[in-house]
């Protein structure tokens, strides 16, 4: 049993659920090994930790496994833990990218419900661990896995990554379907699919670089495009995410994929992320993407000022993500893009100046998020001695976990829930002068109204007055 652990902050939620790839890909491993698999994804379905408890003991399964980033990491450790104690036998293991890196802290304070980490990628990992588990062979034999042996925690050879990405046989029928929902679009089911792995960039805040050790890997575009009309085909899925971080790297092979998916008129919508100068390269095939079904794009510009993206690494400019956002506007797809506060140096007028330029920015939807210090980011040295929060269940993006130094951390978040409120009280009148009923201006009005009513700010923002009557009244009409 491969088990998404019931975290919840509204965040990802937000626009909706999608399965979680990295199980489904590991499941057709385990399968090829001749395993019966079932994924639970305890998260989708929104259970209770009773729910899941009952879950696991009437289902009895020999393994279960979880997977965590950094804010999820506390979560699965405690699916793990109602594991071991409903099923004293059941052997667990736990992987993702916090274990990755911290294996050492997760084994040492938990060593009585989880038996193994998985370290790097799985899909070759899991099979190998549990039928060497199951068999007795010698475990440092396996390779990319920590554990306690004679009361230490031991780790094993690294292990390669899938040389070959169209080599693995993900298992997509065994996703329930109906927990997938996109809410801004109407009788949405959505798929995550992946065209590559890796990142070669190297922002000082994230963990993909380290995770993925700098390495890039394509599938083939054909077995790429083939899969999306597959899944939609014999599941009915018509909004696919694509997982990748960078799935515009080579320009031929990415034309080739919007030639693909041209060609064969799948009606679908696609949702993606890329970086900024690979738009500013595309800028005169970006009418092919919205062709191709791609809707959405999200672009992590992270900062205003051209000091912070140097300082974060970003190698772009100001100038550069505004004209990057303002081609995907005006090629008809919906823009997304970040902000990153909360840095050491924040000020009140810093945020402000912020906020000014975002509106300059004029992303369709633009997130204000709060540096969450990854203990395994290459900035987490530098922002140690700030840090006042040390539970990683807040480590997400949404909670202020860094106390600036001339600001509180509740200075801090109220500053941040001004900027939501300012930037979209001003989105809101330009919606509404849009023109015509397209699929873009319903995704607009949509999602706000997800975002509203399903993220964490709808409980904050109640603290923070109504929003002015005529946005209200403004906000009706568009929903009508």
Same mark, same amino acid.
């Given at each position: 049993?491969?088990?998404?652990?019931?975290?919840?902050?509204?965040?990802?939620?937000?626009?909706?659920?999608?399965?979680?790839?990295?199980?489904?890909?590991?499941?057709?491993?385990?399968?090829?090994?001749?395993? =019966? $698999?079932?994924?639970?994804?305890?998260?989708?379905?929104?259970?209770?930790?009773?729910?899941?408890?009952?879950?696991?003991?009437?289902?009895?399964?020999?393994?279960?496994?979880?997977?965590?980033?950094?804010?999820?990491?506390?979560?699965?450790?405690?699916?793990?833990?109602?594991?071991?104690?409903?099923?004293?036998?059941?052997?667990?293991?736990?992987?993702?990218?916090?274990?990755?890196?911290?294996?050492?802290?997760?084994?040492?304070?938990?060593?009585?419900?989880?038996?193994?980490?998985?370290?790097?990628?799985?899909?070759?990992?899991?099979?190998?661990?549990?039928?060497?588990?199951?068999?007795?062979?010698?475990?440092?034999?396996?390779?990319?896995?920590?554990?306690?042996? =004679?009361?230490?925690?031991?780790?094993?050879?690294?292990?390669?990554?899938?040389?070959?990405?169209?080599?693995?046989?993900?298992?997509?029928?065994?996703?329930?379907?109906?927990?997938?929902?996109?809410?801004?679009?109407?009788?949405?089911?959505?798929?995550?699919?992946?065209?590559?792995?890796?990142?070669?960039?190297?922002?000082?805040?994230?963990?993909? #670089?380290?995770?993925?050790?700098?390495?890039?890997?394509?599938?083939?575009? #054909?077995?790429?495009?083939?899969?999306?009309?597959?899944?939609?085909?014999?599941?009915?899925?018509?909004?696919?995410?694509?997982?990748?971080?960078?799935?515009?790297?080579?320009?031929?092979?990415?034309?080739?994929?919007?030639?693909?998916?041209?060609?064969?008129?799948?009606? $679908?919508?696609? /949702?993606?992320?890329?970086?900024?100068?690979?738009?500013?390269?595309?800028?005169?095939?970006?009418?092919?993407?919205?062709?191709?079904?791609?809707?959405?794009?999200?672009?992590?510009?992270?900062?205003?000022?051209?000091?912070?993206?140097?300082?974060?690494?970003?190698?772009?400019?100001?100038?550069?993500?505004?004209?990057?956002?303002?081609?995907?506007?005006?090629?008809?797809?919906?823009?997304?893009?970040?902000?990153?506060?909360?840095?050491?140096?924040?000020?009140?007028?810093?945020?402000?100046?912020?906020?000014?330029?975002?509106?300059?920015?004029?992303?369709?939807?633009?997130?204000?998020?709060?540096?969450?210090?990854?203990?395994?980011?290459?900035?987490?040295?530098?922002?140690?001695?700030?840090?006042? $929060?040390?539970?990683?269940?807040?480590?997400?993006?949404?909670?202020?976990?860094?106390?600036?130094?001339?600001?509180?951390?509740?200075?801090?978040?109220?500053?941040? /829930?001004?900027?939501?409120?300012?930037?979209?009280?001003?989105? /809101?009148?330009?919606?509404?002068?849009?023109?015509?009923?397209?699929?873009?201006?319903?995704?607009?009005?949509?999602?706000?109204?997800?975002?509203?009513?399903?993220?964490?700010?709808?409980?904050?923002?109640?603290?923070?007055?109504?929003?002015?009557?005529?946005?209200?009244?403004?906000?009706?009409?568009?929903?009508?």
């Amino acid at each position: 049993m491969l088990v998404t652990p019931p975290y919840h902050c509204g965040v990802v939620e937000s626009a909706g659920r999608w399965p979680n790839l990295g199980f489904i890909y590991i499941a057709g491993e385990l399968e090829k090994a001749g395993f =019966e $698999v079932e994924i639970y994804d305890a998260m989708s379905r929104f259970h209770t930790p009773d729910q899941i408890r009952g879950h696991i003991g009437s289902a009895k399964p020999d393994f279960v496994g979880a997977t965590a980033i950094t804010a999820t990491v506390n979560d699965a450790i405690g699916v793990l833990k109602t594991a071991k104690e409903e099923l004293p036998e059941v052997t667990t293991f736990l992987g993702g990218v916090h274990p990755t890196f911290c294996y050492d802290e997760v084994l040492s304070n938990n060593e009585a419900w989880i038996d193994y980490c998985v370290l790097g990628e799985g899909e070759l990992t899991a099979p190998e661990l549990l039928e060497a588990h199951r068999s007795g062979r010698d475990l440092s034999t396996v390779q990319g896995i920590a554990f306690v042996q =004679e009361g230490k925690v031991t780790t094993t050879r690294p292990r390669d990554f899938v040389t070959d990405l169209d080599s693995l046989s993900p298992a997509w029928r065994l996703v329930n379907w109906s927990d997938y929902p996109l809410y801004f679009i109407d009788k949405s089911t959505v798929a995550i699919v992946s065209s590559s792995r890796g990142c070669v960039h190297s922002c000082i805040f994230c963990s993909q #670089h380290k995770f993925w050790k700098g390495s890039y890997r394509q599938r083939d575009p #054909h077995k790429f495009v083939a899969e999306i009309e597959h899944l939609a085909a014999s599941y009915g899925i018509n909004v696919f995410f694509i997982a990748d971080e960078y799935p515009t790297y080579s320009r031929q092979r990415w034309e080739k994929i919007l030639d693909l998916l041209i060609e064969k008129k799948l009606g $679908v919508h696609i /949702l993606m992320e890329t970086c900024i100068a690979d738009i500013l390269r595309d800028r005169d095939i970006l009418h092919r993407y919205r062709q191709a079904g791609i809707l959405f794009i999200y672009l992590g510009v992270e900062a205003t000022s051209d000091q912070r993206l140097k300082e974060f690494k970003k190698e772009t400019r100001f100038e550069d993500s505004k004209e990057a956002l303002r081609l995907i506007r005006d090629a008809g797809m919906i823009c997304e893009s970040s902000l990153i506060l909360g840095t050491p140096n924040e000020t009140p007028q810093s945020i402000n100046e912020t906020l000014e330029l975002a509106h300059e920015y004029n992303a369709d939807f633009m997130h204000f998020l709060l540096l969450a210090p990854w203990p395994y980011a290459d900035m987490y040295e530098s922002l140690k001695p700030y840090i006042e $929060v040390m539970d990683y269940s807040k480590y997400n993006l949404v909670e202020p976990i860094i106390k600036p130094k001339s600001m509180t951390r509740d200075e801090l978040m109220r500053a941040v /829930l001004n900027c939501y409120r300012k930037y979209y009280m001003k989105k /809101l009148p330009e919606w509404a002068k849009m023109k015509d009923n397209s699929i873009k201006r319903s995704c607009l009005i949509k999602g706000m109204q997800a975002i509203m009513e399903n993220s964490f700010l709808k409980d904050h923002m109640r603290g923070m007055g109504r929003m002015p009557a005529h946005l209200r009244s403004l906000m009706r009409v568009l929903k009508s």
